[in-house]
């Protein structure tokens, strides 16, 4: 039986990304660290319904697509056989090994942990409910780590069984042949990229005029030309207005495209069309923290909540909802309570879309700095122009950087592209370290590489390129 009441001077609620890196940092710098989780398993949505399996899944798309592609290079492969059985336990294999490296970390950093769903009693104690029964548990400092969950759309129940979440469509109980994703963000991209390229025929709608709306247009649309040849239709600007059955049991929906409103049946439902933060279920009512309208929990650059021992973290917080923002501030938040010199300071927050070709973006973006009026001069080069893009088949990608006019110092980088996400590491460090385009442009890159490309656009900012004829300023 477990017992009934405990004392923590760290209590971390949530073991994702965010959570399990305060903790461990916690833990690290002496502090005595309790790590709750209504979970099985440590890793949170990230790890074992989100970034990780989906990413397992994206491997396997691209991989099939690539052996496709190669048949314009003079090599042919028979049409793939699917086997979901052993796709499912390839991607639970990942998960697994990751889980279980959390789980020595934790031991190995003596941080406690509990499996169990908490709720706040007040500003100092939770109540949490385990299989053992009722814990009581008391802290000195407490960091909200709960993340968030899929948004529906009202009328719509993720317990009907044509309906799928990001969660659910991990799980790959089946292949439906018809498949409509209703939002057409980051999520609702990679995953319908997957159901494609295992033989659904999939329909995108979105609400807004573009795919990926926080993205520049220009980098989108190399993305969207390839979609629309594996996806049976995209509908921007377009709405759902009714959801039934029909006599076939399939679910048939009603899509107002702004112009007229078409009925179409599917075999199953994707919705994906954003996330809500789980403030909702921690009784937060008991305490004295500030929430947002949408329910997100106000912090400062400390990460602390309006109560001085509680801090949050992660999708909880807000915009950006980002695995690698929460690790981030995990740190900033252990760090403070552990009474080091520590703040939320970063100038850029990498985005990526982990889609073929991928998006990459970090810092000001094009469409920002246009609604913002500020000033920026810019280096754009065409992946037409990349050796190594020309070699591997894939010249439809660009990189292009953004530049402060008078200083030269890095606004932003939006890159499109294979391997793009990996690519973008290199711009958050220039932009981190304020580096102008000549610290990139001077900076000797590996020949032939897709990176090159990002000295390249310097080079055509400060008219010294060569590979590419840019009209000297």
């Not at 247009?217 to 207005?241: C, G, M, N, W, Y």
């Not at 049991?249 to 409103?261: F, H, P, R």
């Not at 520590?342 to 850029?348: G, N, Y």
């Amino acid at each position: 039986m477990a017992e009934k009441k405990k004392h923590s001077e760290v209590v971390v609620l949530g073991a994702g990304p965010g959570g399990y890196a305060a903790a461990f940092r916690a833990a690290d710098l002496g502090k005595k660290v309790l790590l709750i989780d209504r979970d099985p398993t440590l890793g949170g949505v990230c790890l074992n319904r989100g970034c990780i399996p989906s990413k397992a899944l994206l491997h396997i798309a691209k991989v099939m697509d690539d052996a496709a592609d190669l048949k314009k290079m003079g090599v042919s492969f028979e049409k793939p056989s699917l086997d979901l059985d052993g796709v499912r336990g390839w991607k639970d294999q990942v998960v697994e090994q990751l889980s279980g490296g959390l789980d020595q970390l934790a031991k190995v950093r003596k941080v406690e942990t509990i499996r169990g769903s908490a709720v706040f009693k007040s500003d100092v104690e939770l109540s949490v409910s385990t299989e053992g029964g009722e814990i009581t548990v008391n802290f000195d400092s407490c960091i909200i780590a709960t993340g968030s969950r899929s948004s529906m759309i009202p009328g719509i129940s993720e317990d009907d069984k044509n309906i799928l979440t990001s969660k659910t469509a991990l799980e790959l109980e089946n292949i439906p042949d018809r498949l409509l994703v209703i939002g057409g963000g980051v999520i609702g991209l990679e995953l319908g990229s997957v159901y494609a390229a295992f033989g659904s025929k999939v329909s995108i709608v979105e609400f807004m005029p573009q795919l990926i709306p926080g993205a520049d247009a220009d980098l989108v649309r190399p993305l969207e030309r390839k979609l629309k040849k594996q996806f049976e239709s995209i509908r921007t600007s377009s709405k759902i207005t009714n959801v039934d059955y029909n006599k076939d049991g399939k679910v048939e929906v009603s899509i107002d495209t702004g112009k007229s409103t078409i009925k179409e049946a599917f075999d199953k439902i994707l919705i994906s069309v954003g996330r809500k933060p789980n403030t909702d279920i921690l009784e937060i009512e008991n305490t004295s923290i500030s929430t947002d309208k949408g329910g997100f929990i106000t912090v400062d650059k400390f990460q602390r909540t309006s109560v001085k021992n509680i801090y949050a973290i992660g999708d909880i917080v807000g915009e950006p909802q980002l695995a690698h923002k929460a690790t981030y501030e995990g740190h900033v938040a252990a760090e403070v309570i552990a009474g080091e010199k520590a703040a939320f300071d970063a100038k850029a927050i990498p985005a990526v879309v982990f889609t073929d070709p991928e998006i990459a973006w970090a810092g000001l973006t094009e469409k920002e700095a246009k609604e913002k009026n500020t000033p920026y001069g810019k280096g754009e080069v065409p992946w037409s122009a990349s050796g190594k893009a020309l070699a591997i088949g894939r010249s439809e990608g660009k990189t292009k950087i953004l530049f402060d006019p008078e200083t030269k110092q890095i606004l932003g980088v939006g890159i499109v592209g294979p391997e793009a996400g990996n690519l973008i590491s290199e711009a958050v460090l220039a932009i981190e370290m304020g580096a102008d385009a000549e610290d990139v442009g001077l900076t000797i890159h590996p020949h032939p590489t897709l990176g090159e490309t990002t000295a390249l656009a310097a080079e055509i900012f400060n008219g010294t390129v060569t590979d590419l004829y840019a009209p000297q300023k």
